[in-house]
């Protein structure tokens, strides 16, 4: 097999990509892997159903190495490991690199990720032999790649992946590339912001690209996907999923960092906040809180260190765990985040909305209920913050005290947001009336400063859980 004449960086990938699918062949033929491979429709059904599944994008986790681009990304990785903490985030399937000389995988990497998510095999897929060999390695969907195969040779590689159940995710660069993959009618429609050719990443041109994608076919944005608000624009541009390596394989907590990814499409209608026990935290659990909050800002007689938030953390079950801060730098925030292991950081001082505009995780932003100063902070952190937590304008943390309603249901109008501010189950039906996502409380749940009440918050809980149905 010949490999095609390409441009740039990729040409000596895919030669050796070609050179290395020949020797598989001469070890096993085309006619020993068409014996051994039969049509499994179901796999495209469930690679899919994963994916699209909701709310918000979906996430196709990758398992890789290295890249030409980045170097080594996680030097001595177990990526089965690495996959199963995929898995327990929330990711909705995985991609396998299985490129050998220049991203150092191969197909044992795509058997050897032994976990219930569907698989992608991501390679440069250049001949019938690589679509029926990575049925057999067993995947359920493959990458095929516009810039790589001529119309004749795309059109035979997507029919023969539809023969075997196979899902296609099929990746362009460009209007051209564009053009010629619908006219295959692919599962999926990969836009990358990454020029092969070059390396180069021009999110802005993706995002143009991914606007001219047809309803009918999902998009999946590819590449330069960093941050938790990099995958709101994504969603925003039209992506019905997105596709992420190098992030997540350099990330200490890929579990948390997905799970709070996941978090920006489903905002929680109730976090408990001020968590400094484990048993409290354990009761704010067992209520049925969506968030816990535990307190990092050293004014606050609710701080707790690291470690212990590391303890409380644990606790957490499924619930979303929120780091609160105020003053803190973006430096800070991103170390103890990944030594707790937080799902959200929610900013509450003096900090600047640029130092934080492609922080990992999602970030939350206090806002003063004050029709001045509201909408001002408001404006300047609308492209940074995921979602915003309105509470009183007399501290930059928690006072217990009630908000102007009236002001607050002006900045719940036009922003995703939770309410706080002394709120307890008595409150909450007027609170109700300000429109927010969902409510945040704290003192009004405590017998003392960090010490809930779990009589107070059952019924916090129930009550908020039963206005917002």
């Not at 490991?81 to 299985?98: F, Q």
């Not at 067992?286 to 590391?310: C, E, H, I, W």
């Not at 304008?393 to 036009?414: K, N």
Request: charged share 25%; proline share 7%.
């Amino acid at each position: 097999m010949s490999a095609p004449v390409l441009p740039g960086r990729l040409g000596p990938i895919v030669r050796d990509v070609a050179r290395r699918a020949a020797a598989r062949r001469a070890e096993s033929p085309l006619a020993a892997l068409r014996r051994e491979v039969r049509p499994e429709p179901a796999r495209r059904q469930r690679f899919l159903d994963a994916l699209l599944a909701g709310p918000g994008p979906g996430v196709i986790a990758e398992c890789k190495r290295r890249s030409p681009s980045a170097g080594d990304l996680a030097p001595g990785v177990d990526l089965a490991e690495r996959a199963a903490a995929y898995a327990r985030g929330g990711a909705s399937s995985l991609s396998v690199l299985t490129e050998e000389d220049h991203f150092a995988g191969s197909l044992a990497d795509l058997r050897a990720v032994g976990t219930t998510l569907p698989r992608l095999r991501k390679d440069f897929l250049l001949d019938e032999g690589m679509v029926l060999e990575s049925a057999a390695a067993g995947a359920d969907a493959v990458l095929l790649l516009a810039c790589v195969l001529d119309d004749a040779r795309l059109a035979e590689l997507r029919a023969l992946a539809g023969e075997l159940g196979l899902a296609v995710l099929l990746e362009v660069h460009d209007e051209a590339e564009l053009d010629r993959a619908l006219a295959v009618s692919p599962d999926l429609l990969g836009v990358n912001a990454r020029d092969l050719t070059t390396f180069r990443v021009d999110p802005e041109r993706a995002a143009e690209l991914l606007a001219r994608v047809p309803d009918a076919v999902p998009a999946v944005a590819e590449s330069g996907i960093r941050s938790a608000a990099d995958v709101r624009r994504a969603a925003a541009a039209g992506a019905r999923a997105v596709l992420v390596g190098e992030t997540l394989m350099r990330a200490p907590r890929p579990d948390a960092v997905l799970r709070g990814w996941r978090s920006q499409f489903a905002p929680p209608r109730t976090k408990v906040c001020g968590l400094t026990r484990e048993q409290d935290v354990a009761a704010a659990v067992a209520a049925g809180a969506d968030a816990v909050g535990l307190v990092f800002a050293p004014a606050s007689p609710r701080v707790v260190t690291p470690t212990r938030g590391a303890a409380l953390a644990a606790v957490a079950s499924d619930a979303l765990v929120v780091g609160v801060f105020a003053g803190v730098t973006r430096g800070e925030a991103e170390r103890i985040a990944a030594e707790v292991g937080l799902h959200a950081v929610q900013l509450c001082g003096d900090e600047r909305p640029a130092d934080f505009a492609d922080f990992p995780l999602p970030v939350w932003r206090r806002l003063p209920v004050d029709a001045v100063t509201g909408p001002r902070e408001a404006a300047a952190w609308r492209d940074v913050a995921a979602l915003f937590v309105l509470d009183h304008p007399a501290a930059a943390g928690g006072t217990g005290r009630r908000v102007e309603l009236e002001v607050a249901a002006r900045l719940a109008a036009d922003l995703p947001c939770l309410l706080a501010g002394g709120l307890d189950a008595a409150a909450l039906p007027a609170a109700a009336a300000a429109g927010a996502l969902g409510f945040d409380a704290s003192s009004a749940l405590e017998s003392a400063p960090g010490r809930k009440d779990p009589e107070r918050v059952r019924a916090f809980v129930r009550t908020a859980h039963e206005l917002l149905a």
